[in-house]
């Protein structure tokens, strides 16, 4: 079988991957939090399963020898499989047991984080260059989004319907479908052998080690981006996990509103990612972060203003846009900085934000199981994401190529949301954030 060959056959394993995610990890926070999860066990269970595959991704690989990629790939998606398995024992139990659910999507998301960067260097020795690699990776992205979507769509219209099928049965689908996954992805690897090309690793690294990043003058800014932006990070998690209690307590949302106002950044992120990185050219990018920033802050605050679903699907849709721009501003402004280290530093910047994701999680829910509502929880939060958004934007001042000023921003600005949208950027969606 010939390279080419074992590539196309990776979109069967790209729809059984789709088939998990749209009926697991889609409907598993959903699901739990209906069953009565307190605020410190939401903001538990949302965050630290993140924590973890964030470090695992970050570690594993790099212990992982070359020649055991496809072998690192299997044992991943091994340990995902385990992870569903206790989901699934979960929904039998007559009473929640909330260690074993932590343990269970702590498990799902170290396989699932380390598999990624583990299954891109596969498919890279597969593709040969980068143009090659570049245009399978976008055309199975796009396919395998818009088939989460749709599955993600009709699973909840079967759970909602007379039929009412169970939240066991749907984590059953997730558990089967990934174990054909790990069947077919194990035949794959076996096919692909004869054309993956091992290369001698180096003894020592000539990149510099984390710690010295912040001994080159060139590179001062990105200290200050680090740090303003996982602060920023614990403010969005002092309220972002409780809006699914919210929608699912105080909102009563069916499954399908749920669903509906879930999807919605997608859309919004996906319609206008081209127009930020047109914006962004070289340090402009850092522009796009403290404009997206000021907007992600008001975002809370606008929930409180009214619950009808037009207005909440507009305001996602708005998140969707801002978010998606943060996100793809914050890649571009390491690219500019870091240069050829810029994936040791986007690793290192995530697990950083994740730690700071987990604290403000746990305060939110303390905060939350004081006595506190969610509308004057998102208040606070917007506040608090407000002050750290002003404080990026006076520390940015101190390095006149980042400084933002009036007659840059509205251009800025203007430039990103009047462009036309394009849809050629269904295929690089990033995943969904809390408002």
């Known amino acids: 079988m010939t390279a080419k060959s074992v590539l196309n056959k990776t979109y069967i394993e790209a729809f059984f991957f789709a088939l998990m995610v749209a009926t ?6 959903l699901y739990f939090t209906r069953q009565g999860l307190g605020p410190l066990e939401v903001a538990l269970m949302s965050t630290l399963p993140l924590l973890l595959g964030a470090f695992s991704q970050i570690w594993i690989p790099k212990i992982l020898p070359e020649r055991a990629l496809g072998t690192g790939v299997l044992a991943s998606i091994f340990t995902q499989i385990v992870g569903l398995g206790f989901l699934v024992y979960c929904t039998l139990l007559p009473e929640m047991n909330f260690p074993l659910i932590v343990a269970g999507l702590s498990l799902y998301w170290i396989g699932g ?30 396919l395998t989004t818009i088939m989460i979507m749709v599955l993600y769509f009709s699973f ?51 990149e510099p080690e984390v710690t010295e990043v912040f001994d080159y003058e060139s590179l001062k800014p990105l200290k200050y981006f680090f740090l303003w932006t996982s602060l920023f990070r614990f403010t969005v998690n002092l309220s972002g996990p409780f809006f699914l209690p919210y929608m699912v307590n105080e909102l009563k949302l069916t499954t399908i509103h749920y669903v509906f106002l879930t999807s919605i950044p997608f859309l919004g992120r996906a319609l206008f990612v081209n127009n930020w990185g047109r914006a962004s050219s070289g340090l402009k990018s850092f522009w796009g972060i403290q404009i997206a920033l000021v907007f992600i802050s008001i975002i809370p605050l606008l929930w409180t203003f009214n619950s009808s679903l037009p207005y909440l699907a507009g305001l996602e849709f708005f998140s ?40 403000g999680a746990m305060l939110g829910g303390m905060i939350l199981k004081m006595g506190v509502d969610y509308h004057q929880l998102f208040v606070f939060s917007s506040v608090a994401r407000l002050c ?33 949208p394009s849809m050629s950027n269904i295929g690089r969606i990033l995943l969904g954030k809390a408002p």
């Open 113 to 142: 984080q380390t598999c990624a960067p583990l299954w891109l260097d596969w498919v890279g020795q597969l593709t040969g260059n980068q143009a090659d690699f570049s245009e399978y990776l976008s055309k199975r992205n796009k």
């Open 320 to 359: 969707g846009i801002f978010w998606g721009g943060f996100e793809l501003t914050s890649i571009l402004m390491v690219q500019s900085l870091a240069k050829n280290h810029m994936r040791r530093y986007l690793g290192f910047h995530m697990a950083l934000m994740t730690i700071f994701s987990v604290a």
């Open 24 to 29: 697991s990890e889609s409907y598993a926070l």
């Open 156 to 206: 909840s219209l079967l759970i909602d319907s007379e039929f009412q099928f169970p939240f066991f049965a749907l984590f059953i689908v997730g558990l089967t479908a990934r174990v054909i996954s790990f069947a077919w992805q194990f035949y794959l690897h076996q096919k692909s052998k004869p054309h993956l090309r091992y290369q001698k690793r180096k003894q020592a690294s000539t």
């Open 388 to 420: 750290v958004a002003i404080g990026l934007i006076l520390s940015a001042r101190q390095f006149s190529e980042l400084k933002l000023t009036k007659l840059a921003a509205i251009p800025y600005l203007t430039s990103v949301l009047s462009l036309r």
